[in-house]
């Protein structure tokens, strides 16, 4: 036959009468099967995928197959089985958003009449216009279509559509009075579910189409192109084809040595008993999702794993399973995430199957709200730990006395690997050692490991790229002390920092507190996260740069527009100034932070002198309100402008510090994340260090340090102190290779 009729509902005794309804128009001239109700003999409410791709075996004569599914998590489930089934099968589903009864009706006939599929599914859809004439509809109670536009986008990410660009998507469509979708191959995703934007399947350098309908598509839909069209700044690793020696697979470089401990983590059962009182476990739902979801935020990628905790693709599967079949909360969200993690690892392209974790991650961070648990038991003192995967709130949260990490199914593409670069703690992932060592000493960028080592490997180990305490400055052969200082990101990267000797933060990255948050932190909760970040530092000094927003550095809550061009844009000083109470707020916060610190403040992106003195003003006014003297204020030089014309700004800045990343973005004009560019990325470019060389001179005794990543760079970082500089402030990981770099020609 030309097509079959499946019907999908939550009740089989539904889906029975409205198949007997069909047959009482079409008799056997149909083939239709049905797909319905849940547990062993189908009488409980639900639907499940492989029933759905059972029921289509007895459609395997249809050149065509229309679906029609009767609630929101019916369609999930026939999505679901949809990704399940092999191409062929794939090919000749059609899922139609057509009512359920009348949808059957019409589609029932059209299909005995012997249409094709895609007629069929247009008759279904076309099947309440009988009942809307009989009623004498009018044209005022049927609200007409709004008129759609299309906009082809090819996905930058070389990852395709993984968690971050799909979270950011979704928290930039809600900005807009818009209906949104994304298609990619035949398939289509609401931009109002992470979910599934992700099961859609798109790889980096996939076409895919925005289709924007309401009063704001035309801007919707450029806001939603320019996230799809920008590559990160920071490539994710991508997964490796062969694995090193041993079978052990790198996540973070770096090399550690010593005990080794495996932590547990507590997870306690999930009740399968039915809920009492279903209106006061919906509460429970709601409230264990919330806090996760705060729990969550305020760090780049687990502020993404707080989105999918608003996907309606998984919050209403949950409610509806407590709603209609009584499922406890804890239950009903189980088996949603369950679901949705089978919809993403069926996906063809393998770093996208790994972003099933996130969906495991967000899930469990909302079970531990409803059940307890879900921790792991950190040892007190140091020690290797061997885990079974790490969860990326877990990396963010690791102590400094945890010296690498040795994961039993990690992998590179994973967050919790990103987030345990950043903090430079080495791991290797696929180590599955039985009998676990006493000790171990590994390298976590070639795989090289070592179980139960004698003391010389141990030592040798434990010297490369550990942060290992040393001399905070060295004196050149001139005189002069050449002083090392740190770039951080969080207290993690604070502590080691402050282990390794570091002169003081050269660079603390506050945005990356509350990079991607949709709500505006408060001044109180700004002042808590910078206050840990710099505590390790007290008593030496510390460079707190104002929240750089804007390009590769989201800030919803700011409200900043999309840009096509976001490096040349709104963003550092430009975007604090185009929201002064945000700014105002955020000066006082960091002088609360600061309070008993040796604190300086620095501007990023400053072009003009203007732009220094309109936040000197603000930060006077803050000090003020805060009742104490204003800190030094100095200005970040990443604009060539800026370079040019220190002598202009040293009025108004007390001192300079020199961002080479951007720096030299610009002056080369290639966008440093190029992958066809990579050798214009390069600080030690003769004119990238003509431009140091001149801000040295011309900023006569005001200080001058360099913070990109140049400073950590040997080769580059000589070529900076040859021009003049005598501050350099990299990563913790880097303080032990500069120090060698330098002493040999120290005084």
């Not at 859609?200 to 320019?226: D, M, R, S």
Request: with cysteine; aromatic share 4%; net charge negative.
């Amino acid at each position: 036959m030309a097509t079959g009729l499946l019907l999908v509902s939550h009740s089989a005794a539904l889906a029975r009468a409205t198949a007997e309804l069909v047959r009482q128009m079409t008799g056997d001239r149909l083939a239709l099967a049905i797909a319905a109700g849940a547990g062993p003999d189908h009488t409980e409410l639900g639907t499940d995928p492989l029933a759905i791709l059972a029921a289509c075996e007895d459609l395997a004569g249809c050149e065509g197959i229309v679906v029609l599914m009767d609630l929101g998590s019916a369609v999930l489930s026939a999505e679901m089985a949809r990704d399940l089934a092999d191409d062929a099968l794939r090919a000749r589903l059609h899922l139609a958003p057509a009512p359920f009864v009348e949808g059957a009706l019409a589609a029932g006939v059209a299909a005995a009449a012997g249409q094709a599929a895609i007629r069929v599914a247009a008759e279904a859809l076309a099947g309440l216009v009988p009942k809307q004439n009989a009623l004498g509809a009018s044209a005022e109670a049927v609200p007409p279509q709004a008129a759609m536009i299309t906009r082809e986008v090819t996905l930058a990410d070389p990852n395709g559509l993984h968690l971050r660009p799909a979270a950011r998507c979704v928290e930039a469509a809600v900005r807009f009075d818009a209906t949104l979708r994304l298609r990619h191959n035949g398939r289509v995703a609401s931009l109002d579910s992470p979910t599934a934007l992700m099961a859609l399947g798109a790889k980096g350098g996939a076409a895919t189409t925005i289709e924007a309908a309401g009063p704001e598509a035309e801007p919707a839909a450029a806001a939603i192109a320019a996230i799809l069209a920008e590559r990160p700044a920071e490539p994710h690793a991508e997964t490796p084809t062969t694995l090193p020696s041993g079978g052990f697979v790198p996540m973070s470089p770096g090399r550690a040595a010593g005990p080794v401990v495996a932590v547990i983590r507590g997870r306690p059962p999930v009740p399968d008993a039915k809920a009492v009182d279903r209106a006061a476990a919906l509460t429970r739902l709601d409230a264990a999702l919330a806090a996760a979801r705060a729990a969550l935020a305020g760090n780049p990628i687990l502020a993404a794993q707080a989105v999918l905790l608003a996907d309606p693709a998984l919050i209403g599967p949950a409610r509806a399973a407590i709603e209609a079949e009584g499922r406890n909360e804890a239950a009903a969200w189980s088996d949603a995430i369950a679901a949705a993690v089978v919809s993403h690892e069926v996906l063809d392209d393998p770093y996208l199957r790994t972003r099933t974790r996130d969906l495991r991650e967000a899930g469990d961070a909302v079970l531990r709200e409803l059940l307890g648990g879900f921790s792991l038991d950190l040892p007190a003192s140091p020690a290797i730990i061997a885990v079974d995967e790490l969860t990326a709130a877990e990396a963010a949260s690791l102590p400094p006395t945890i010296l690498g990490v040795l994961d039993r199914r990690g992998g590179p593409a994973s967050h919790a690997a990103i987030l345990l670069r950043a903090a430079g703690i080495p791991a290797l992932g696929g180590v599955a050692l039985d009998p676990l060592p006493a000790r171990a000493a590994f390298d976590g960028a070639t795989g090289e490991i070592y179980t139960e080592p004698d003391a010389a490997t141990e030592a040798r180990f434990r010297a490369a790229d550990l942060p290992a305490p040393g001399p905070a400055f060295v004196v050149l052969p001139g005189g002069e002390a050449l002083e090392f200082w740190a770039n951080v990101a969080g207290p993690a990267d604070a502590a080691a920092a402050a282990r390794a000797g570091a002169y003081g933060i050269g660079l603390a990255r506050t945005e990356m507190l509350f990079l991607g948050r949709t709500d505006k932190p408060g001044e109180d909760e700004q002042e808590a996260r910078v206050a840990a970040m710099i505590a390790p530092f007290r008593g030496r000094p510390v460079v707190i740069r104002l929240l750089d927003a804007g390009a590769d550095k989201p800030m919803p809550f700011l409200g900043l527009a999309s840009e096509e061009n976001p490096a040349l844009g709104v963003r550092g000083v430009r975007a604090l100034l185009r929201r002064p109470d945000f700014c105002a707020a955020h000066l006082r916060a960091l002088l609360r932070a600061g309070a008993g610190h040796d604190l300086r403040i620095m501007i990023p992106m400053v072009t003009f002198a203007a732009e220094l003195l309109a936040v000197r003003d603000l930060l006077a006014a803050a000090a003020r309100d805060v009742d104490c003297k204003p800190p030094p204020l100095g200005a970040m030089i990443e604009v060539p402008a800026a370079a040019l014309v220190v002598p202009d700004l040293l009025a108004a800045s007390d001192f300079f510090s020199i961002g080479t990343n951007d720096l030299t973005q610009y002056v080369l004009a290639a966008d440093r994340g190029h992958e066809d560019l990579p050798g214009f990325a390069d600080a030690g470019h003769p004119a990238v260090i003509g431009l140091c060389a001149q801000i040295c001179r011309d900023a006569g005794m005001a200080p001058v340090s360099v913070c990109g990543d140049a400073a950590g760079d040997p080769i580059t970082a000589r070529l900076l102190v040859d021009a003049g500089i005598r501050k350099l402030s990299m990563g913790a990981a880097r303080l032990g290779v500069l120090r060698v770099a330098f002493s040999a020609t120290a005084s």
